[in-house]
């Protein structure tokens, strides 16, 4: 087991250390010559403790600040280091293409990162002013797009559904009474509505407008639909030995991976008295770790914001890979419906 102190040494520490840092390594096990995806390259905390340990890392990313950071990081680790532009959800395609397939192992860190979240220009986040935006790729609709034009119902379902909001209805209500007389187009414009349409909860740490964010977020970057994807087409991929190692911050997130791993390491179904015990396709992974593994109390002291990340991992068998239930993974039922019940 290495030390978290030594990891975080070894990581960009000038600029961010991403969450679980040491347990994410342990998990990984890289050595040299391995070829490890980090699908959620970022700002390349996982990559270069990756890359410190001997192994070679395809990095992946839809951000376009990414390409230029990685950029930066060729210059001390040179062809060990390759990136490509895109979504993890394509993983399988982009290694491929890479010429990287069957991949040793494969991390995921779901959700946006801490800098992005102080990026105000971003949109990420209500507690620095700044455009409604959100966007992870910096294209497409932005938050201030569904908030204005989605009808009442329809932003009621997400706020819901990905933000497990229960006052969704009312405050969809209340965003389509503000937006008739003025569009919403800042992070605090909406934040401050939405508190001022439910109030604050003073048991409550947590800003009354946080659930809804995390909707827009979700919705806005398809981030539930990405992470199946990647689970997916990891589960693909990867050769039997090689390791998927993921790190979810929220239910949403840690159910489907949870469920994902749970699904692909039985053995058989243990039935009841009214249906008997079946035997299920030969399982794609056995469990690495027991559990979901969090941060302990010196990261917790470092950063208060890893307290909900959650560690799963697991290694691939020579087992086919399995279908997919979108329905059983825990995908909202908006998500999985649009699905039709098969990877898209």
Partial sequence: MIPPSQVVQEADSDRHVPVLLSEVINALDPKEGQWILDGTFGFGGYSSAILQAGACVLGVDRDPEAAGRAAAMQEEFGGRLEFVAGCFGELADLAEGAGHVPLDAVVLDIGVSSMQL?????????????????????????AADIVNQHDEFELAKIFRQ????????????????????????????????????????????????????????????????????????????LKPGGRLVVVAFHSLEDRIVKRFFAERSKTHFGGSRHM?????????????????????????????????????????????????????????????????????
């Fill in 276 to 344: 008997p015990e079946q035997d299920l396709a030969a399982p794609s992974f056995t469990m690495l770790v027991k559990g979901g593994v969090g941060p302990g109390d010196e990261e917790l002291a470092r950063n208060p914001r890893a307290r909900s990340a959650k560690l799963r991992a697991g290694v691939r068998t020579e087992a086919a890979p399995h279908d997919l239930d979108a329905r059983g993974l825990g995908l909202p039922k908006m998500l999985a419906e649009s699905r039709s019940g098969g990877h898209k």
């Fill in 162 to 237: 990905l933000g497990e909001e229960s006052q969704a209805r009312r405050i969809a209500g209340a965003i389509g009474s503000r937006r008739a007389e003025k569009p919403f187009e800042t992070t605090l414009d909406l934040a401050n509505l939405i508190e001022k349409t439910i109030g604050r909860n003073p048991k409550k740490k947590t800003h009354p407008a946080t659930k809804v964010f995390q909707a827009l977020r979700i919705y806005v970057n398809g981030e539930l639909d990405e992470l199946v994807d990647g689970l997916v087409a990891a589960e693909k991929c």
């Fill in 118 to 142: 102080d990026e105000a220009e971003r949109g990420f986040s209500f507690m620095h002013d700044g455009p409604l935006d959100m966007r992870m790729s910096q294209s497409g609709p932005t």
